[in-house]
């Protein structure tokens, strides 16, 4: 068994992904000898996420937040800053917030709405670790729809029975505390959920990546149910066996982070900026 089959075994996840064969490239994920370097790491797949989402279009105005779980202090959070283009985020203008939304580093300021969703996110699920929200045009518009993906592809089973409808507090903007704990009962055991006439949420147990990938996933799945949904046509659905099956094997925490991989890639060699 090679290097990274043994470390899928060893946290219980298999890969139809995972190379068989010893000696090739292949995405490992990393180890950390310090908190502090696993601070920076995050921070800085953090911004990672942030330039994707400018990448992806996913930004409108100041809207749109991207959390990762502080592993110094896990009370505490890390956070794009309020008014900066996602292009423009950067490790030196991160922000690390605490859960009643008190900036406690860095210069900027902190999305109100933003911390009241994923603070109440966080505070109730000590297992997620990274949450990522926009205002996205196919997200936004199929959650006016107040309705689930379906499996109409295989990409799509990835969020099939792993991601919720929220109708709490639909379209009323989330500046009150009472609002982000609502949408955060909604959030248990999956990692996305499509807030009725608001837009997407995805969330990760495992890492920023995943969350990041999860949601340019989510938002392209919703493209493509609208444009198959506009044909009038009846689409062929995934049967319910195999959309579970194809869940297990193309939807994981691992995969998403897998997916992100060659996005990073391609960030570190187009936009060096990023680690400034
Ligand atoms: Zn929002």
Same mark, same amino acid.
């Given at each position: ?102 900036? !406690?580093?860095? &210069?900027? $300021? ?5 911390? *009241?969703?994923?603070?109440? +996110?966080?505070?109730? /699920? ?111 659905? !995934?049967?319910? &066996?195999? $959309? ?5 094997? *193309?939807?994981?925490?691992? +995969?998403?982070?897998? /997916? ?17």
């Amino acid at each position: 068994m090679n290097a990274i089959a043994e470390q899928l075994r060893k946290s219980g996840r298999t890969s139809i992904y995972q190379p068989e064969q010893e000696g090739l490239i292949y995405p490992e994920e990393p180890s950390f000898s310090s908190r502090e370097e696993e601070r920076r790491h995050l921070k800085e797949r953090l911004v990672g996420a942030c330039r994707a989402f400018a990448l992806h279009g996913l930004d409108y105005g100041f809207a749109g937040h991207l959390t990762v779980r502080d592993p110094i202090d896990p009370s505490l959070y890390w956070t794009n800053p309020m008014a900066v283009h996602f292009a423009d985020v950067k490790v030196s203008n991160l922000i690390l917030a605490d859960h009643e939304g008190t900036v !406690v580093e860095g &210069d900027y $300021a902190i999305n109100r709405a933003g911390f *009241v969703l994923h603070a109440a +996110i966080h505070e109730a /699920h000590p297992d997620i670790v990274a949450m990522c929200h926009a205002h996205t045009v196919y997200g936004s518009a199929f959650a006016a729809l107040g309705k689930e993906l379906l499996p109409m592809t295989q990409d799509a089973c990835a969020f099939y029975e792993d991601h919720v409808v929220i109708l709490d507090e639909a379209g009323q903007v989330a500046v009150e505390t009472k609002a982000g704990h609502k949408v955060a009962d909604a959030f248990k055991g999956v990692k996305a959920a499509i807030h009725q006439n608001h837009g997407l949420l995805t969330a990760s147990r495992h890492s920023i990546e995943a969350a990041a990938f999860w949601f340019i996933a989510l938002e392209r799945c919703c493209q493509q149910q609208l444009m198959i949904e506009a044909t009038g046509q009846v689409p062929k659905l !995934v049967t319910q &066996d195999r $959309a579970r099956y194809s869940r297990e094997h *193309v939807g994981s925490e691992y +995969i998403g982070w897998l /997916h992100f991989q060659p996005i990073w890639e391609q960030l570190v060699k187009a936009q060096p900026d990023m680690f400034s």
